[in-house]
């Protein structure tokens, strides 16, 4: 029939040549149909791993990403805290402020402190599963999030910020109130240390939410398309009806090589450098 269309010339009836060019041509998409089939199969690799160690790689990025969140509420919060802790130390730093005045914005300071403490420790997350509380705060270590179905890990930094960010327990004078916004003998002031930390915290934390979307992204895609693949697998040998043809399994297996194609890409932008990101790519290998 393809080369009736080619010459323009369409017979009422098939001839015995026809028929043997239809056959031919049939072959040859079924053929072509099974290789892209195959090819598809072999790039994407599901069988590999099975959909199981996917979603296990899209949990423990997204626990990880849950964790950078709890964090960055937190710090949004601190930061905030610490306008105001240096509102009042100014206030408190006027020698000539009466006493009542002066215990008023004692207790306010000590308020503020506390509110801190509280903050940092709710940075702390322990995600659906229960287990054990990541503080990339306030944690003596670092915390690892697996990155792909081979076990490969990158690590989620702590702050190891001190639980009052070495803020004093009280301003007992306006000299104290002035130690705590100048510092002392040419020293840094605990306030700005403060500052500080929390500033880098909250830096360094956008980074690596920008990094564990992308990733989680990614694996959530890679999570998707083995699974659908598995149950198209598993229902077949499963199940009595008729199993789907080449061409349905090839088109599955064509859109998540697509899908593979376009999040390799993306991950190729987080950097070379990065641990993670190289470890990530390997889910497309």
Known sequence: MINNVTSGYIPSTPT?????????????????TASTSKKAELEFSPGRNSAK?????????AKGKGAVESAQAATTDIKDSLVKVREVATKLADDSLAAPQREKLQKEYAS????IEKSLESASYKGADGGKGVNLLTDKDATKVTTNSYGSQSELSSSKLDKSLGLPEKIGSAADAKALLNGKEGKTSALASAEKSVNESSERLAKEDKKLKAQLETATAVSKAASSLEAERTGGRNSSRTAPDEESRAALLKQADETRQQLKQQTLGLGNKDQGARSLLSLFS
């Open 16 to 32: 015995a040549n026809t028929a043997t060019t239809q056959a031919s041509a049939s072959a040859s998409t079924s053929s072509s």
């Open 53 to 61: 160690d996917y979603s296990a790689v899209q949990q423990s990025l």
């Open 112 to 115: 503020l402190r506390s509110g």
